[in-house]
């Protein structure tokens, strides 16, 4: 059973600090991706990787780093939270394989206040 | 430049009457296209790709592609179908997965 595990559920940070958000998988699985899920917008993909140390960006990647040190870890970076950054924050990861599956984490409710 | 459209916020059907969830994409190649469903206090997960050409929960797509359309459709409307769906496209040879918007389904009782 593929699983994709993010480290918080919810999370309340203040205006202008810098904010992990951190995801593991444990299977193996080449991409990883970040999105972003407000109402009305539906997922916007902030940045994604496909190998160790690889990224590459997405829809809307400004206000937003990432760091893949380690084929399992994905780790999305708010540079200076802001109050637009206030969403849910979904990770997946997927092989590198056509016509793949992507597996999700069950999201972080980021607040910034 | 790629696009999926799902042009419905919110679809409203009765139990037992048909369903149909819309989807259109912009791509200029041949893509995959997916079908995600997300139920309450649930994650996203796949419900059916084009590729299969399966049907999970009832649910089927066919893929037009002098429509551009991946139409997700049911014959008979459960409560349990209740959701958000969410149209998806990989391009081809390429990593990322782009989604519409979504649609929200109420089965009314």
């Known amino acids: 059973d593929v699983k994709v595990t993010q480290s918080s559920r919810y999370l309340v940070k203040r205006t202008g600090e810098k904010v992990f958000l951190e995801c593991v998988q444990d299977m193996d699985h080449e991409n990883m991706f970040w999105y972003r899920q407000d109402p009305g917008l539906g997922l916007r993909l902030i940045y994604f990787s496909y190998d160790v140390k690889m990224k590459e960006k997405g829809d809307i990647p400004e206000g937003y780093s990432v760091s893949r040190e380690k084929k399992e870890r994905f780790s999305l970076i708010l540079e200076s939270a802001s109050t637009n950054q206030t969403s849910m924050y979904l990770c997946?990861?997927?092989?590198?394989?056509?016509?793949?599956?992507?597996?999700f984490g069950q999201g972080t409710r980021l607040t910034v206040v | 430049a790629q696009r999926v459209t799902q042009p419905e916020k919110l679809l409203s059907v009765f139990k037992g009457a048909p369903v149909e969830l819309k989807c259109n994409y912009s791509y200029s190649g041949s893509p995959e296209l997916f079908w995600y469903v997300q139920y309450s206090r649930q994650r996203l997960q796949l419900l059916l790709r084009h590729i299969s050409r399966e049907s999970i929960k009832g649910f089927t797509a066919d893929l037009n592609k002098g429509e551009t359309s991946f139409h997700l459709k049911k014959p008979f409307a459960q409560e349990e179908d209740s959701a958000m769906y969410y149209c998806?496209?990989?391009?081809?040879?390429?990593?990322?997965?782009?989604f519409g918007k979504g649609t929200r389904l109420h089965i009314l009782p």
């Open positions: 998806a496209l990989s391009p081809n040879r390429d990593d990322k997965i782009i």
């Open positions: 997946a990861s997927s092989l590198d394989t056509p016509n793949t599956e992507a597996f």
